[in-house]
């Protein structure tokens, strides 16, 4: 959706800054159940999206009422935070901007060394906030949700509000060189007096104490020649004492800002520090990739309408239309807003087949109208259940609903009467590929009262395949030589022998189970609604419905 073309003459002065002139906006709205959201109505020119005749996908039409999610995480840290740049000089995180030279880290055989990298994106926010004291003196004030990289892992500083994640406890030793020891941690030759300009009198500095010790006498002597300050190349080796000794809350909220990086992490306070990952769809709309895209919704208030009108044409040819193909239909925006219920109708109306494919639990409120709606139209009802490892879950997708929650929402349209299919996608290369795991996940699927299952193997295009080899840096990377061999460069899709051996795993097992299967290769051509079907297709392979809804990484 362009914003061009939509003007209409209200405005809200809560609007986000910027947005109170946009073309076809009406209003910012917050609302105490959503706490640090904000919805931004607007009405939309056209609610059919058009695909691209060259793309594989097997429907020609989707529908999208919401641009953003309120699922994804937020990291961030204070402003004052000193931030490592790649000329080796340490600068406060307020005064960075994108584009500027930073250091990251990366892995390299059985090292982590230090790395140039660049700013992509950076945005300020107001959260509550903890302080970290390390056993050295570091200190750093982070949000509760932020990351650093321990000697176990990388770890949140707080645990989550519901639910469990890896988080920061006393005697944790965190990654880095630590900025503690600024003043004391300097051993000269000669003595340095603070009194006098010793830089006349001093000929050479021997330091003792490793990169610590040397990154504190840079810091704290600031000299004019800088080629020695770099640490690029340098294994990431710990020889400050970076122990937690502390874990403090702060009271209120606090400014704080965050970062995006070509590595995917940032030296802060010395310390190896995770950022969060821009999400590109929002700047599309002049949005900011980070924390806008969680909070900052756009919903497409009048979506029902425009659609019926849209319908009316009388080139309409009634082809199916997909639901959930960019961000999920049934997001928690949806139990505010209730567009679905107006979408499923008029669809149904017009006599226009269509299928939704969720990850979200809310579909469960529709269900009397996808009822009504198939007694008009074919109506195909697909849930996304990836991981079946709780704990796994969480780590990917730790804003979607349980495995359970899911599979409930299966049985529950089941028994309303549909052929309900299960994404079975993506089944990941050494995670979820494992026969016990594949047989775990059918045998529960089945149980739920599913139909058919839809499975293939992860796809990374190219805007999620760096974060997922940034995830899998941080919590497996044992298995990041094994990715990069099936993905290597900029290859999107597995190899073919991959694919294959899997499909070849995963039927028989799907048989075991009493399911029928299709394989996100066996891609249907399109065909209109008009257009009768292939003999006997009702009974062999049911109708293929939409992709997964972002951010599903295949």
Known sequence: MRWQGQRIDDTDETALPGFENRSGFLRSV?????DGMTFHEV???????????????????TINPYRGCSHACVYCVDPRTLILCADGTQRRLSDLSVGDEIIGTRIEGSYRRYTRTRIKAKWHTRKKAYRVTLADGTELEASGDHRFLTDRGWKHVADAERGQRPHLTLGNRLLGFGIGGLREAVATEHA????RDYRLGVRSVRLTGGLPTRMAFFAETRPAITRKLSVEGLAV???????????DPLPGERDLVDITTGTGDFIANGVISHNCFARGTHTYLDLDAGRDFDTQIVVKVNVAEVLERELRRGSWQHETVALGTNTDPYQRAEGRY???????????????????????????????ELVRASADVPVDVQMS???????????????????????????ALSDAGFRVGVFLMPIMPHLTDSVAAIDDALRRIAAAGADHVIHGALHLRPGVKPWFFQWLSQHRPDLLSSYRALYPGVAAEAPKAYRQWLAKRVRPLVRVHGLTAQHSDDRPRRRSFAEPPRPDASATTPPKPATPAAPMLF
Do not use: Y
């Not at 080796?237 to 874990?247: E, G, P």
């Open 385 to 411: 259940i990836a991981m079946f490892d709780e704990g796994l879950r969480r780590a990917i997708e730790p804003g979607a609903p349980t495995t359970q929650a899911r599979l409930d929402t299966v049985r």
């Open 237 to 247: 080796k710990t020889a400050a004492d970076l122990r937690v000794v502390s874990i």
């Open 43 to 61: 009405l939309a020119k056209s609610a059919l999206n058009h695909v691209p005749g060259p793309s594989k996908m097997p429907f020609s039409w």
């Open 30 to 34: 917050t609302t105490p159940e959503f």
């Open 192 to 195: 340095i007096d603070d009194d």
């Open 338 to 368: 209730r567009l679905m219920p107006g979408i499923l109708r008029t669809l149904a109306e017009s006599g226009t087949p269509f299928s939704v494919l969720t990850k979200g639990t809310l579909i469960r409120r529709d269900i009397p």
